[in-house]
């Protein structure tokens, strides 16, 4: 079982995914803020994150930026969860850091393939 650290600011988005990820068996840490993630990431240094990028303050961008270039936390995967579906968009969103790039709605299967993949 791993510990899964979920970043979105819409409640339904961080429950669907939260839902998914505990019936896979794992345990799930959330937040609706990306500057708390950033915190939560550092205290806690969970297996793998889930980051939305449209959120108020500091977007998820910002956050994986900020997450893989720590060295507390550099080793933690994170995977883009967003709404934002351009080239450019996915290509910057892994430029700052993140492993993978998955446009919502996301299935099951794909959060299941994603998390395997990495947590491997």
Do not use: C
């Amino acid at each position: 079982m791993a510990r899964i650290l979920i970043i979105d600011d819409s409640p339904s988005q961080l429950y669907g995914m939260q839902k998914i990820v505990e019936k896979l068996g794992h345990e799930t840490l959330l937040t609706e803020d990306g500057k708390e993630g950033i915190q939560i990431a550092r205290e806690q240094l969970p297996d793998l994150i889930l980051m939305d990028v449209v959120m108020p303050d500091l977007n998820g961008f910002q956050a994986t930026r900020k997450i893989s270039k720590d060295e507390r936390t550099a080793h933690i995967p994170i995977i883009i969860v967003t709404t934002k579906k351009l080239e450019t968009d996915r290509v910057w969103g892994l430029r700052q850091g993140a492993k993978e790039y998955l446009v919502k709605p996301v299935t099951e299967k794909a959060l299941k393939d994603v998390l395997n993949n990495h947590l491997s």
